[in-house]
């Protein structure tokens, strides 16, 4: 059990160091771990391995991923308090504005294209 | 020493959070939304700091790599709801990013952010460990990308659903695209409380926006930055 646990991380991390290291060496417009992704998504695709070697320690990351970006934004404490008193009021309108734009634009659209008549069916 | 208790201490505030989540269904008692303030707190009022809170940012911030590729296997269990949905969701998550993108740097340039601030705004539809990753390329400070992505999700999640609503959006793929594509991590867990089929479109959504975020954002904040 645990064993199992310490490889599917294993190979998380190594799909990760393997993306990074294909990224920086052929100069791919993409993060190494965007890249990791695809590459285990291609290789469950492909069935080279099986959804059942990844599942359990993919699910403790998906539902616990919070836990890994939370000290990053308690990192906000070390940027400089300027940025937030000259800006803080101009982010907080844009967030505020974006975020309405962003959830009509994508659900008004999906809507729309889901709801065309197809005419050969 | 001083970094395994802040190790430690971030652990146990995210584990006390995840209790409080499960009591609260608002978006307001997120996990991060709980524990980040929490933790600033504390290491703000101890002489931890933020300084000695360093090294233990980097170190739990390096699972965010192997977290990602994580996300393979979500996007695989129900890569049916792309697969009979490629045009929907595609077009929308495309043209939704885009707007949100464009809409932050147009509203930027009115009220007078620097480069570095729009760059960073760019990023905020994709899940975190994506967004933090793309930083360096938008050269933008993932940490402020980090805070942005959690403060933009909240007001997605708070504001979404009822807006959806209100719009008469009620497919669950509309639902779960804007949910999970706009809104990310939080998103996903709001449309999971919606029910299953909004729950499965909104996680295949915030990875399929991941990776529109990673095409799309770099090079407009390159071009906008020309103009």
């Given at each position: 059990m645990i064993v199992a646990a310490v490889l599917q991380l294993a190979a998380l991390i190594s799909l990760n160091l393997l993306g990074r290291w294909l990224c920086a060496t052929l100069h791919?417009?993409?993060?190494?771990?965007?890249?990791?992704?695809?590459?285990?998504?291609?290789?469950?695709?492909?069935?080279?391995?099986?959804?059942?070697?990844?599942?359990?320690?993919?699910?403790?990351?998906?539902?616990?991923?919070?836990?890994?970006?939370?000290?990053?934004?308690?990192g906000l404490l070390a940027l400089p308090g300027s940025l937030i008193r000259s800006h803080g009021l101009a982010l907080l309108v844009i967030i505020i504005v974006t975020a309405v734009v962003g959830v009509v634009t994508t659900g008004g659209i999906a809507t729309w294209l889901e709801r065309q008549p197809r005419d050969e069916q | 020493m001083i970094t395994i208790i802040s190790i430690v201490l971030t652990v146990s505030i995210y584990a006390a959070s995840i209790r409080v989540r499960a009591r609260y269904r608002s978006p307001l008692f997120g996990p991060v939304v709980l524990s980040a303030p929490v933790i600033m707190l504390i290491i703000t009022l101890t002489p931890i700091h933020i300084t000695g809170y360093e090294h233990a940012i980097k170190i739990i911030t390096y699972f965010l790599g192997p977290a990602t590729v994580a996300l393979a296997v979500p996007?695989?269990?129900?890569?049916?709801?792309?697969?009979?949905?490629?045009?929907p969701m595609v077009v929308s998550?495309?043209?939704?990013?885009?707007?949100?993108?464009?809409?932050?740097?147009?509203?930027?340039?009115?009220?007078?952010?620097?480069a570095s601030i729009e760059a960073a705004l760019s990023l905020k539809t994709a899940t975190a460990p994506v967004a933090v990753a793309l930083a360096p390329r938008v050269g933008a400070n993932p940490t402020l990308v980090a805070g942005l992505v959690v403060l933009y999700a909240l007001i997605v999640t708070f504001i979404g659903p009822r807006l959806l609503t209100a719009l008469r959006i009620r497919g669950a793929v509309a639902r779960g695209s804007a949910l999970g594509g706009i809104g990310s991590g939080q998103g996903v867990a709001e449309a999971l409380t919606e029910g299953e089929a909004t729950g499965a479109s909104a996680v295949v959504s915030m990875v399929l926006a991941a990776l529109v975020v990673t095409v799309i954002a770099p090079p407009v904040v390159h071009l906008s930055s020309n103009l």
């Open positions: 791919l417009p993409l993060p190494g771990n965007v890249l990791g992704m695809l590459m285990l998504f291609a290789l469950l695709s492909l069935r080279l391995v099986r959804l059942e070697w990844f599942e359990p320690t993919a699910r403790l990351f998906n539902r616990h991923l919070a836990l890994f970006f939370i000290p990053l934004v308690v | 996007f695989y269990r129900n890569r049916h709801v792309l697969f009979t949905n490629v045009v998550l495309v043209a939704g990013t885009l707007a949100s993108i464009v809409g932050a740097i147009l509203l930027g340039r009115v009220l007078g952010l620097p």
